[in-house]
């Protein structure tokens, strides 16, 4: 079994940063796209930033500038840097991950529970 645990929410006012990690964990053979979700209440979840393997990233439009992604493959923890934080960045940010358990080229997808992101104006 694999569990992804995030850290690093929490309040914070307008214009500022906060870091959220993500940390893997279980039996975890390699770990290939990584990527930041998030849903604000009465929101779908979308995905907002996306990291592969070997490092390219992608941006949603409304966080291009503002939000840095990043991996640590040899801990098997993914970031993300939140700066300029707008009110509407506020949501409950989730980390996913897919992985391979063993040696096979099966896939799955897994979730952690979540961290609340509060932007105050």
């Known amino acids: 079994q694999v569990q992804l645990v995030e850290s690093g929410g929490g309040l914070v006012q307008s214009g500022g940063s906060l870091r959220l990690s993500c940390a893997a964990s279980g039996s975890i053979f390699s770990i290939n796209d990584m990527d930041w979700y998030r849903q604000a209440p009465g929101k779908q979840r979308e995905l907002v930033a996306t990291?592969?393997?070997?490092?390219?990233?992608n941006y949603v439009d409304a966080v291009k500038g503002r939000f840095s992604i990043s991996r640590d493959n040899t801990k098997n923890t993914l970031y993300l840097q939140m700066n300029s934080l707008k009110p509407e960045d506020t949501a409950v940010y989730y980390c996913?991950?897919?992985?391979?358990?063993?040696?096979?080229?099966?896939?799955?997808?897994?979730w952690g529970q979540g961290t609340q992101v509060t932007v105050s104006s």
């Open positions: 990291i592969s393997m070997s490092g390219p990233t």
């Open positions: 996913s991950a897919t992985v391979r358990v063993d040696d096979t080229y099966i896939w799955t997808r897994y």
